[in-house]
Structures are given as C-alpha cells and as structure tokens.
C-alpha cells in the first residue's frame, strides 16, 4: 500500500505530538538520571516534571541553592537551549532568573536577587574585599547578563548594596553604594554613586568582553573614621579626594587582579 506526502506528514506530526507528551509529563528525577552528568551541577530531592519541577538542594563548586523551582519553555529547545524562569533561596536571600542557557553560554533577560554580600563574595572568589569583613546585602535587578564559557560579557541593569560597611578597624559605614550597568560596544559601563556615609564614593566600572575589567573610585572622607581608613593608601591632605584605581579579569575560577593604583 503506497502512502502519500500527506500521509506521512500526519504520522511524524503524530509522533511528535507523542514524544512532546512524554517529555512534558517525564519526571525530573527520571531526567536528571538520564541527562544530569551533562550539566556541571549536583541536584538532590528531585520532584515533579521535566518542564516544571523542583529540587531541594542545587550545588555549583562553592555555590549552594535551597528550594529550587523552575519552569521551563519548550520554545528554547529550537535554538539548541534550555530556558524558562526558576527561583531559588542561598544563604539567607532569594533569587529569581529567566533566560536561557546551554553548556557553554547563558543570556539572561531578568534577574532579581537579594542576598548577603559576603556570600556573594564567597562564590565568585574575590580577592577585592575579603568576605570576612563585609557587612550589607546585595540587591540586583538586571535586565541582561549574558554569559561565554564562564566569563560575563554584558550586564545592564541596577546593583545595590544595602548598609554597606566594612569591619576594619572601628568599622567604616559605606552607606548605601548603587552600581548602575548599561551596555556598551565594548561590553558594559556602570557608574558608582554612594549616599548615607561619611565616606563620598564615586567611582565608573568598565566590563570587557572577555572578561577584562578596570574599576576607578574617588574617595572623599568627611570625618575622621573615615580619614583614618583611607591612610591605608598613604598620607594626604585633610578632605583630599583620594582615588583608587584596579585592574583585572574575571575567569571561570574567579576574579585576577593586577597591582593596585593609589592616587
């Protein structure tokens, strides 16, 4: 029996149809036992489906996420990527993202965060601050992040760290620090503003593609805590405007930095 275009159309829509259903309806623990050694994570306490599950415990090196849930959106597996929303608590804050990703990249249109900055700190190795001494949270809303073999090459959106301060010494209160992020050709600028501090900061921050970076900020102290911190980058006039310039590059293993500039 001879079988026309049309007929064989209808069976492949068909069995597309099916094999739609079964990964719409596949347990996420069944998946994760079939493609988990793909992907560089640990997940534990597997429940619900494939396209909208959850997990208890998600690891990532010396990332941990708790309660993590996700919905995912079919639509992405025609450009090769899975991609949905998921949310997550770490540490003490929350977290929500929706973008897309797959074993080398990652472009993410929204993501929301409230964490502890010093656990931040902690999961992408900074060797900047020191997560000991830190106290404040870290606020983001940022409407593009996008991610190559690791390394961030675009950002655009508003981070915040919330009373922030440093436990050097007495301590030294920063206020409240806002870092702006809009995309360049070049990869990202963001401007520094603090307010609330006896410590003036303002500063710019410019991304690269590759991951490159530099990071200049003007530190004007008003009081004599803050006077007394900034002596750590050698004696100046009282109310001087010091500046403080680095450079480096973040890596898949965390933030390199170059010899630091004092002004």
Do not use: C
Request: aromatic residues 4%.
């Amino acid at each position: 029996m001879k079988m026309g275009r049309r007929g064989i159309a209808l069976i492949l829509f068909g069995l597309l149809v099916y094999l739609v259903g079964l990964l719409v309806h596949l347990p996420a623990a069944h998946a994760w036992r079939w493609f988990g050694g793909q992907v560089p994570v640990e997940a534990f306490g597997l429940s619900g489906k494939l396209w909208s599950g959850q997990a208890a415990v998600v690891l990532h090196q010396n990332l941990r996420l708790d309660g993590v849930s996700w919905d995912l959106a079919p639509r992405h597996l025609l450009t090769g990527r899975l991609g949905g929303e998921v949310r997550a608590t770490a540490s003490g804050g929350e977290l929500r993202a929706r973008g897309s990703a797959n074993r080398h990249s990652a472009d993410v249109q929204m993501l929301r965060a409230d964490l502890p900055v010093g656990e931040v700190l902690r999961w992408v190795n900074s060797p900047l601050i020191p997560a000991e001494v830190v106290e404040g949270r870290l606020q983001a809303q940022l409407s593009e992040l996008s991610v190559r073999d690791g390394v961030i090459r675009q950002l655009a959106g508003v981070v915040d760290w919330r009373e922030a301060r440093l436990r050097m010494g007495s301590g030294l209160n920063l206020g409240n620090l806002s870092l702006r992020l809009q995309p360049t050709e070049q990869g990202s600028r963001g401007e520094i503003r603090n307010s609330d501090s006896p410590l003036e900061i303002q500063g710019a921050l410019n991304l690269g593609r590759e991951g490159d970076f530099t990071l200049s900020l003007d530190l004007r102290p008003t009081d004599a805590a803050s006077r007394q911190a900034l002596s750590v980058l050698g004696p100046g006039e009282e109310g001087e405007t010091r500046t403080v310039r680095v450079r480096g590059r973040m890596t898949p293993e965390g933030v390199q930095l170059e010899p630091l500039n004092r002004g």
